[in-house]
């Protein structure tokens, strides 16, 4: 069965600097999200991304982060310049054409900030 | 603008006993549903979702939930649970429309302990 998957796991990294989460979303999904949760917290919507553009981000989403999809399959969530307040797990997930069903979401990347 | 509450924020069953967890949301237009469960260090799973249909579905694991438009509601419930379903639920919305990439709003969570 397809699946959404993301790279790495846990990232571990110092504060400042940049990191690049990696999701490979299921081939035939054409509308992309990325989703954060704090510890022990809510999962909260950070961006959408469809036909190669930003459809809508929330107020978390702030100009620390970017998204881009370069080869047509990877899609990455960068944060600039990392704070420990961005310690959560990070979850991609992705819908197919078929839009009327669910999103299916990635296993997850734990990144730490210290 | 959508939001998802779920009011119990843990609740702890008996095993082998019946539990309901509530989901209430509101939204200015029609959506789709749906319940998440997340085991200890693990990702989102789907457990099941309303997308059109009868109001009642049936999802992985024995679970079930109702659809209520008129109480803006979609709780789940298990007659007999398990050892293994201690997890985090989540509930979602989405709003309905002809684009797709319309987000998916998560509740608060609900921590379930089964109780040996």
């Known amino acids: 069965e397809p699946e959404v998957t993301q790279t790495p796991s846990h990232q571990v990294t110092q504060m400042g600097q940049e990191v690049i989460l990696r999701c490979v979303p299921i081939?035939?999904?054409?509308?992309f999200y990325w989703y954060r949760q704090i510890l022990g917290q809510k999962v909260e919507f950070l961006v959408s991304?469809?036909?190669?553009?930003?459809?809508?981000k929330s107020e978390i989403f702030d100009d620390q982060f970017s998204v881009e999809r370069p080869d047509g399959s990877n899609f990455t969530l960068k944060i600039r310049s990392t704070k420990l307040e961005d310690s959560a797990m990070y979850f991609c997930a992705s819908l197919p054409r078929q839009w009327n069903t669910e999103a299916f979401f990635g296993q997850g990347t734990r990144l730490t900030v210290v | 603008a959508q939001s998802v509450t779920q009011l119990d924020s843990q609740v702890p069953v008996f095993e082998e006993a019946p539990v309901e967890l509530r989901c209430n949301y509101s939204s200015s237009v029609s959506v789709y549903l749906f319940w998440y469960v997340q085991y200890p260090n693990q990702g989102l799973q789907l457990l099941l979702k309303?997308?059109?249909?009868?109001?009642l579905v049936k999802g992985i694991n024995g679970f079930e939930a109702e659809f209520n438009k008129s109480q803006t509601s979609f709780h789940l419930r298990k007659p007999s649970v398990h050892i293994s379903d201690t997890a985090e639920y989540f509930c979602a919305v989405r709003a309905i429309s002809n684009f797709g990439n319309e987000k998916l709003t998560f509740g608060t969570g609900t921590r379930l302990t089964i109780i040996p």
């Open positions: 309303y997308l059109s249909g009868s109001t």
């Open positions: 081939s035939n999904h054409l509308y």
């Open positions: 991304f469809y036909n190669n553009e930003i459809s809508e």
